[in-house]
């Protein structure tokens, strides 16, 4: 992994970039897409729902330093997204990702998960990680569990079993 200025990310396949409103269209297609985004915290979305979070996902940048990135194959394709964020449940922050169903199945999950985990916990300075997943999302968890990141409680949402993941970094004193 490479972090350049302005908070990309480079890793061997990937070039992971900060949303902007450019993302819009490709975002708008990924979070309709039930096949990519049905399991995630809120589900599907449409267009207007969308631009909004684009517009905060482009604060938090600013506000915390870290926030969604936009995933590409190094030639330009635009594969997902990747995310550190604030869960609205107060479970911490927590790596996020989604991608289209022609896509899965290469590892890339794997690659840009991996590649902000790395940036949370070296570039950010975040102690502690979070993930969720729902109990019956095998190809989330073992994504999660192929980075490193724990199985450390359950909860339950919507009569689903949702299993949180962590990962936690101790700071050494200087």
């Not at 070039?15 to 589900?43: C, E, N, Q, Y």
């Not at 590409?72 to 609205?88: D, E, S, T, Y």
């Amino acid at each position: 992994m490479t972090v350049t200025s302005a908070w990309v990310v480079t890793t061997a396949r990937l070039r992971m970039t900060p949303v902007g409103h450019w993302d819009l269209p490709d975002l708008i297609r990924l979070k309709a897409d039930p096949r990519s985004f049905a399991l995630m915290l809120g589900g599907v979305r449409g267009p207007v729902e969308v631009a909004e979070e684009l517009a905060r996902d482009i604060q938090n940048w600013g506000r915390h330093g870290y926030g969604m990135w936009a995933v590409r194959a190094l030639r330009g394709k635009f594969l997902g997204l990747v995310a550190l964020m604030h869960r609205p449940d107060g479970r911490g922050v927590a790596l996020r990702f989604a991608f289209f169903p022609d896509v899965r199945g290469l590892g890339l999950a794997s690659e840009a998960a991996g590649a902000a985990l790395n940036y949370g916990h070296g570039v950010a300075g975040l102690e502690r990680i979070v993930a969720v997943a729902r109990e019956d999302n095998f190809a989330s968890r073992s994504v999660l569990g192929s980075i490193g990141m724990s199985h450390s409680s359950e909860f339950h949402r919507n009569g689903n079993l949702m299993y949180v993941y962590q990962s936690v970094v101790q700071k050494t004193a200087r």
